[in-house]
Nanobody, 125 residues
Framework: VQLQASGGGLAEAGGSLRLSCAAS????????MGWFRQVPGKEREFVAA????????DYANSVKGRFTISRDNAENEVYLQMNSLKPEDTAVYYC???????????????????WGQGTLVTVSS
């Protein structure tokens, strides 16, 4: 599956953005999906993940209660709703996917084998 992330941009602290990741192919519903982010000079870090059917989700502690991952398998898309944004959320955000059995969420980047191109999120203070 090929992934295309979008929705990044500039937001003020306390504001919201919604990222989207569109997937090609007819097997998207079999893919565990995740969002990661990277600041220049730092390691890419886990943000959120969702199981193939959407029944299970997991979040990094830094975004729990503020970000929500969801998916629409009919539309071949996964989303990241980001609320109460902070300047430290500024990063390039990447979506990732891996074909997995039902109910699996993947929180480490080395488990994923499909990556989108990244979308920049900038949060001003």
């Amino acid at each position: 599956v090929q992934l295309q992330a979008s929705g990044g941009g500039l937001a003020e602290a306390g504001g919201s953005l919604r990222l989207s990741c569109a997937a090609s192919g007819r097997t998207f519903s079999y893919y565990a999906m995740g969002w990661f982010r990277q600041v220049p000079g730092k390691e890419r870090e886990f943000v959120a993940a969702i199981s193939p059917g959407g029944s299970r989700r997991d979040y990094a502690n830094s975004v729990k209660g503020r970000f929500t991952i969801s998916r629409d398998n009919a539309e071949n898309e996964v989303y990241l709703q980001m609320n109460s944004l902070k300047p430290e959320d500024t990063a390039v955000y990447y979506c990732a996917g891996k074909r997995e059995i039902s109910g699996v969420v993947l929180v480490t980047q080395d488990r994923y084998d499909c990556w989108g191109q990244g979308t920049l999120v900038t949060v001003s203070s």
